[in-house]
């Protein structure tokens, strides 16, 4: 059995099929997945993230911690609350999570990082932040619950007082402030709008519930996966890991080269990787055929050449497969998949598939 | 949890079989199969006249999370498919033993396959896998 978050009795009362994931028993679905996935394009829906870790960093060079360990650079951080999405490199440019970095003080930024390699990156974090006199603190005393959709923000800034309520609907996107005793992100990883709410994991099971009354409704790790792909959004050990870059895994935007003075860990790898030119990149697929394109399936690049599926799945709000692959950098716009016996062709196209409840493919 | 009607028999990997009245064999997947898959997308489904064997792999149904074979729980030939599941793939999960059958078959040898578990000893099977 895994490690449960405080959430798990509820998930089990609501029905939910539970799964492994990172180590933890998670809500795959409470009953269709591809019902959830909708009701998150098309009204609101909220996930339960507490397996993630929510780590603070305290201590006037926190900021200097940071600069040096993630690829992003948090100097771009100026205003209070802002958040910024970085990869966490090794000194070969490989990445060792992707997270969500808050900027909450000039002594304290708060850390989301996933629940697969949160044992690991605390180690990682804690051997960088001890010679800083930096603290990190995990903060296990928190739930954190996503709440996304169309209607999300309005529906759970109703649980808050009206003062606090306005704040958050008055949060702009990607920014985060400590109202009463919740932490209220306007941040997601499903293409909608939405919050993140990190409260005292004492109050997770009224809040889900009294957002269930509302009419946002419980979403498991299948929606989520689904919603997170037709966004065009990557998946720490699906889409990249420890022996991959973020120039080959669609990351390149994430990674500040500017101010060249900045050293951080695996920049030197990194530019080197980028001087002679990434020899991969990751693509977005969707295949028009009746099959569903999954991780690790071959693709095939006219010409020659190889890659591999890196996530895919159905998409509920396009009706066919969608996927990420990594492909050799000259690849065009057709590529062909192997999928289950059968070579099908694959069209290459700009990711993400679907924002805001629309499609942008067709 | 759907009921298991009385009349199906079973397969170890989920497949079920009805006798019609007009002596062919309906196919389908059950319940607990449909729920292991999660939401269906995809079915495909065997050319009408095709000749199976006992566990031939005869149809592919396909949920948001995985493909799976579905294997002849007897030997016939199709004589039937169920052409709704090509837009309605979640009839399958809707109704499992009804509206979501995949196929007909004229059995090889009448009467019902060796081997195939009753109602009552599938669901003690089911309990246990």
């Known amino acids: ?24 028993d998670m809500p795959l679905a409470y009953g269709s997945q591809l019902d959830e996935h909708h009701a998150v394009r098309r009204v609101a829906g909220v996930f339960d993230v507490s397996h993630m870790g929510i780590v603070d960093l305290r201590g006037a060079r926190s ?21 910024l999405y970085s990869c966490m490199l090794n000194e070969h440019g490989g990445v060792i999570d992707d997270l969500i970095v808050y900027y909450l003080a000039d002594d304290w930024y708060r850390v989301v990082i996933n629940a697969g390699t949160r044992e690991s990156d ?3 974090i804690a051997s960088h932040a001890e010679p800083l006199g930096v603290q990190v603190l995990e903060r296990t005393e928190l739930a954190m619950l996503a709440v996304q959709g169309p209607q999300a923000r309005e529906l759970s800034a109703a649980l808050l007082t009206k003062e606090a309520g306005s704040a958050a609907l008055a949060l702009q996107p990607f920014f985060g402030a400590q109202l009463a005793d919740w932490f209220v992100a ?31 409704r419980s979403c498991g790790l299948g929606a989520r996966d689904t919603l997170r792909l037709e966004a065009g959004m990557n998946l720490y050990g699906n889409d990249m890991n420890a022996v991959t870059n973020p120039l080959e895994s669609g990351l390149a935007w994430t990674v500040a080269f500017e101010p060249g003075d900045r050293q951080f860990v695996g920049r030197s790898a990194l530019e080197a990787i ?34 591999e599926v890196t996530s895919g799945s159905f998409s509920p709000t396009l009706g066919r497969s969608i996927g990420f692959a990594r492909v050799p950098s000259a690849t065009g716009a057709q590529v062909e998949v192997e999928v289950r016996g059968r070579v099908l062709p694959a ?11 629309r499609a942008l493919i067709h | 949890m759907s009921e298991i009607p009385a009349e199906l028999r079973f397969t170890r990997s989920h497949e079920w079989v009805r006798q019609l009245p007009d002596g062919s064999s309906e196919i389908g997947i059950s319940d607990h199969a449909q729920r292991a898959l999660g939401d269906l997308v995809f079915v495909e489904l065997p050319e009408v006249g095709r000749s199976l064997s006992v566990g031939e792999a ?6 948001v999370k995985a493909a ?24 399958i999960n809707r109704e499992p033993y009804a509206g979501g059958w995949l196929l007909r078959l004229r059995p090889e040898v009448p009467g019902e396959g060796s081997g195939l578990l009753s109602a009552s000893d599938y669901r003690v099977f089911e309990a246990q896998s």
């Open chain 2, 68 to 91: 799976s074979d579905v294997y002849a729980p007897i030997a016939g030939t199709v004589v039937a498919i169920n052409d709704q599941l090509r837009q309605t793939p979640e009839l």
């Open chain 1, 347 to 357: 069209r290459v196209v700009k990711v993400p598939f679907v924002r805001h409840g």
């Open chain 1, 1 to 24: 059995m895994g490690r449960q978050t405080c959430l798990y009795d509820l998930h089990c009362a609501l029905g939910a099929r539970m799964v492994d994931f990172g180590g933890w």
């Open chain 2, 58 to 63: 005869c149809a592919v149904v396909e949920s």
């Open chain 1, 122 to 124: 605390l180690a990682w």
């Open chain 1, 63 to 83: 900021g200097e911690l940071l600069r040096g360990l993630l690829a992003n650079d948090i100097g771009r951080l100026r205003q209070t609350g802002k958040a």
């Open chain 1, 186 to 216: 306007r941040t997601g990883y499903t293409g909608e709008d939405g919050f993140e709410l990190m409260l005292p994991a004492t109050q997770a099971v009224s809040v889900w519930q009294r957002l269930n009354a509302a009419g946002v």
């Open chain 1, 274 to 307: 980028r001087a002679r030119g990434s020899a991969r990149k990751l693509v977005g697929l969707v295949l028009d055929e009746r099959a569903v394109l999954r991780s690790h399936q071959r693709v095939l690049v006219p010409g020659g050449g190889e890659g």
